[in-house]
């Protein structure tokens, strides 16, 4: 399923449980990297606010409101396989957030490496299956170099 506000993430790095990669959409020509999980999190929301797609069923409240530029004018910069094209060093995600209710979102999520979609019902639970995804590939890459934990 293809849609305008379709999210590639790329996991690249992961350093006690801190998450770095970057983050790919059809209006910028440059990749967004994030540093931790909230980071990427915060792009990802600054995205669909600007995009103002899917809407908002809460108003956020700041104590200082900072702007974030994600869009590029506001058109489509990158085809669907340029960015389709991506690919994290530890994992890559496409997500598409169809509802953003409840102060969260709602949508699906695709593991690209393992060509498996869930749906997921909050950021929370989208995270959980990202975490156990790069769980699983961290303990794959473990066995072939012959680690073992203690």
């Not at 801190?18 to 915060?42: D, E």
Request: aromatic share 12%; net charge positive.
């Amino acid at each position: 399923m293809w849609t305008p506000n379709l999210i590639v993430v790329c996991v690249d790095n992961v350093d006690n449980e801190v998450y770095q990669g970057r983050i790919y959409h059809l209006y910028r020509n440059q990749p967004i990297y994030f540093a931790n999980i909230l980071q990427m999190i915060k792009w990802m929301e600054a995205f669909y606010n600007e995009l103002e797609f899917p809407k908002s069923s809460t108003k956020d409240r700041y104590f200082v409101k900072k702007k974030y530029p994600m869009l590029q004018g506001g058109k489509r910069v990158l085809s669907k396989n340029q960015i389709m094209k991506q690919k994290g060093k530890q994992g890559t995600f496409l997500v598409r957030v169809q509802y953003r209710q409840n102060a969260t979102w709602q949508g699906q999520i695709t593991w690209v490496e393992g060509q498996e979609t869930k749906s997921f019902r909050s950021v929370l639970e989208m995270l959980k299956l990202m975490d156990n995804v790069i769980d699983i590939e961290e303990e794959r890459k473990g066995e072939a170099i012959g680690y073992e934990e203690e």
